[in-house]
């Protein structure tokens, strides 16, 4: 039986340790191990929200970066210090919302930027996250590979960037048993309905990797999309997942998702990572492989010649 976001089980939401609220600047590590409960909603329902894993000295370091970065394409701007939830600060988001769509260049200069940031690889590495991963995957954190860093930037309203119902499994490859890797979703501002947070089929990760056809040319300016037909998801009950900053969503590569509609004011920025077990015998090495914006260089060079 699939159960709806009423029926779900309160274990799904289990806080590793209290005391991260969202008006303090944590700046302990949360290390303890997760629960049997929260061990058995990943493996029956395919994900668990862990509250309070990351401090929120991490999630400030990310918005630090990112708002250096708009002062550096945007001289207008200022970087202040907010208060306690700088991603919610409304002039932030009006500049970023302004930059977007006066100078689309920029922006991307921007966005691609901090996908290779110090501050956002700190927080996706935080070591609880790594544990917690390890523990979900039976694998002692050292053995773990991560890959696809990502700080997303959902604009209000924004359809052509939304990822439709699809399965990390078809990008990410690098396990050929999808039981070796997992997602790691984090919210940096305190999500509602409105902003339109990631939606899961709960239990649809049992039912194993799908063979799909792509659409999307997977170059540089447009990424390739494995969408999961509608039949498939109608077999499941769908809900959003709420959480708010200092929280982690950690969910199986086959659980079927999507990102929500942003019908608020604000750009929903959320982190990401998935982990993979590097010491299993299905695992698929490989390298990073950097790759520059092409407009952005050619302006440089431009630039440098003039």
Known sequence: TVRGAAEMKDDHIVSI?????????????????????QISCYRDDGFVIVRDVIPLRLIRRLYDATTHLLAKYDTSWEPSKEGHAPWHNPAFHRKMIQLRQDV???????????????????????????????????????GLSATGFMLRMDAP??????????????????NLCSDHGLVVWIPLQTLS??????CVCPQS??????????????????????????EHIARYETTPVLAQPGDAVLFHMDLFHKSGHN????????????????????????????????????????GAST
């Open 263 to 302: 019908d608020s004011d604000e750009i929903r920025f959320t982190a990401g990572v998935r982990y993979h077990s590097m010491l299993t015998d299905d695992f698929v090495p490989g390298r990073f492989r950097y790759v520059e914006n092409p407009t952005v260089r050619e302006r440089l060079l431009q």
């Open 205 to 230: 990760h049992a039912g194993g990797k799908l063979q799909l056809d792509s659409s999307g040319k997977g170059d540089y300016g447009e990424s390739q999309q494995y969408i999961v037909p509608a």
């Open 17 to 37: 340790e209290s005391g991260c609220t969202g008006n303090t600047q944590d700046e302990s590590d949360h290390m303890n191990d997760l629960t049997d409960s």
């Open 193 to 198: 309905h409105e902003h339109g947070p990631i």
């Open 157 to 174: 309203h924004d359809t052509r960037n939304r990822l439709e119902w699809h399965q990390e499994s078809s990008y990410y490859t690098q």
């Open 104 to 142: 689309p260049l920029d922006f991307g200069a921007l966005y691609d930027s901090v996908q290779t940031s110090i501050a956002l690889q700190q927080l996706t590495c935080h070591e609880a996250i790594t544990n917690a991963a390890g523990t979900l995957l039976k694998q002692e954190a050292i």
